[in-house]
């Protein structure tokens, strides 16, 4: 063909040999072949796309051109070939026959199924009408990107820890093990802020690149006993959120259960300055933690009652553990007097007895005699009157102790015959009895008062020089003194 060449084409046409020419045109084609036909674009690449993502749809054309005058006639195509259907999709478009200087269009688009790179081949096989063929072919990529985040540890148990106090703290990691960065990412946050808390980290609001790291850390602050729960997360705009297990951030808040054993006590009736048997105070703790920072247990009235044991001292108290205070009482007057037992303890609070409920009455005794006076009358002087007597009654709430033998002011003209008193304690609503009697030395008013000394009781006396006797005496005398019967004859 070549040794033709293109003068002897042209003589030929100038010598009107058409039909010569045009064999000889097929013929130039025909060694041609199909080279006229392409694909555009022959590179195209989706770039980033998520796993599992599906990318926008890119357009692809077949065209079989003519170049220079020159073109190949229809040809006939075969259906589109994808080397890589599982990560790129033909989503429309057909080519049965492909026209002299036409083109057709596929819309494709990629769907990574994992991360990473991925290519493929979009083939369209062409076949002219004497059976040559000629392959137009585009190649695709694809990057399959996808985010993973991680938090870690899942879930975390505190612990018990005492409310109001916190535990240490315990670190957090988030964590990005995708292969492109999270975006818009907020810092970490807890929907339990009452009793947990962010205390350091160094998330903030950054990006969450590939493989890198992050920490949160938490600790417990319970503000209130019992289990309490939380849930640390963090959501990125670009990436989701990852959390820890729904509520397994975890404490128990404890605290000292404190109180008193028992809440009253009665000590009754006690003499004012004496002092009642003693009583025991238990303080028990029946909470989950000890109570701490204790001070000395103290009485709301330490007049009328005095603390004598106290093995609580300023100790802490452990859990389930107790301690005794021992209080008794010593009215430093008559009535009733009232008191309250307290103990603080910084961490425990102050527990007290009922309020005003350890009680004690302060008694005396209260002595009288009956009669209060008497009047034995008249007499003889040397003499003894008829008896009296004389009743000491103790109407007040305690025995009257510590106390004399009865004795009256004038022994000489009076005389205590018999005595039940004694030296004997007059015990509350007893009494006891004096009989006294008269026996005047000499005459005239004689007085006398009859009077009995206690310790506790004081001294009781009748009305004073109210117990009298008239002392009497025979005054004898002749009258008359003298008699003159004058001379009277012997034997008259």
Not at 341 to 351: A, D
Request: charged fraction near 10%.
């Amino acid at each position: 063909m070549r040794a033709l060449g293109l003068p002897l084409v042209l003589a030929a046409a100038s010598a009107g040999c058409s039909t010569k020419i045009n064999s000889l045109k097929d013929s130039l084609r025909s060694n041609q072949g199909l080279s006229s036909m392409r694909a555009d674009p022959s590179y195209a690449s989706f770039g980033d796309i998520f796993v599992h993502a599906t990318s926008p749809i890119r357009h692809f054309s077949f065209l079989n051109e003519i170049v220079g005058g020159v073109g190949v006639d229809a040809v006939a195509c075969d259906a589109p070939v994808l080397s890589d259907p599982l990560n790129f999709q033909i989503v429309s478009g057909s080519c049965p026959d492909l026209p002299k200087g036409g083109s057709c269009t596929f819309d494709v688009d990629a769907t990574p199924s994992a991360r990473g790179p991925f290519t493929a081949d979009l083939s369209l096989t062409c076949r002219d009408a004497s059976g040559r063929s000629a392959t137009m072919t585009t190649h695709l990529e694809v990057n399959g990107v996808e985010i993973v985040l991680t938090l870690a540890p899942t879930l975390h148990d505190f612990g018990n820890v005492n409310v109001g106090s916190n535990s240490t703290a315990t670190d957090f990691y988030f964590g990005n093990t995708g292969n492109t960065a999270a975006t818009g990412c907020s810092a970490p946050v807890l929907d339990n802020t009452t009793d947990f808390s962010i205390i350091a980290g160094t998330c903030g609001t950054n990006d969450m690149l590939p493989l890198g790291t992050c920490i949160a850390s938490v600790r417990a602050n319970p503000a209130a006993t019992g289990a309490k729960v939380a849930t640390l997360s963090r959501t990125c705009t670009l990436g989701g959120t990852v959390s820890t297990q729904t509520n397994l951030i975890t404490v128990t808040g404890i605290a000292p259960s404190l109180a008193w054993n028992p809440l009253t006590h009665d000590f009754g009736t006690v003499s004012v300055g004496g002092t009642s048997a003693n009583q025991d105070f238990v303080l028990s703790n029946t909470g989950a933690a000890a109570a701490t920072g204790c001070g000395l247990a103290t009485l709301s009235d330490s007049t009328n009652f005095t603390i004598v044991g106290d093995t609580c001292a300023v100790a802490n108290l452990g859990a389930s553990a107790s301690c005794t205070v021992t209080v008794r009482a010593n009215p430093g007057s008559a009535g009733a007097k009232a008191t309250t037992l307290s103990r603080t303890c910084t961490f425990g609070g102050t527990p007290t007895t009922t309020a005003n409920q350890i009680i004690v009455t302060g008694g005396t005794p209260s002595l009288a005699w009956a009669p209060l006076t008497k009047d034995f009358g008249n007499v003889n002087v040397g003499s003894n009157s008829g008896t009296q007597v004389f009743t000491l009654s103790n109407t007040g709430s305690v025995p009257a102790t510590g106390c004399s033998a009865p004795s009256i002011s004038d022994a000489t003209n009076f005389s205590i015959t018999a005595d039940t008193c004694a030296t004997n304690d007059v015990t509350a609503s007893g009494s006891c009895t004096v009989t006294v009697r008269a026996n005047p030395g000499s005459v005239g008013s004689k007085v006398t008062t009859l009077s009995r000394t206690c310790t506790f009781g004081g001294t009781p006396t009748t009305t004073p020089n109210q117990i009298v006797v008239n002392g009497i005496a025979a005054s004898l005398a002749w009258s008359p003194l003298t008699k003159d019967f004058g001379s009277v004859n012997v034997g008259s």
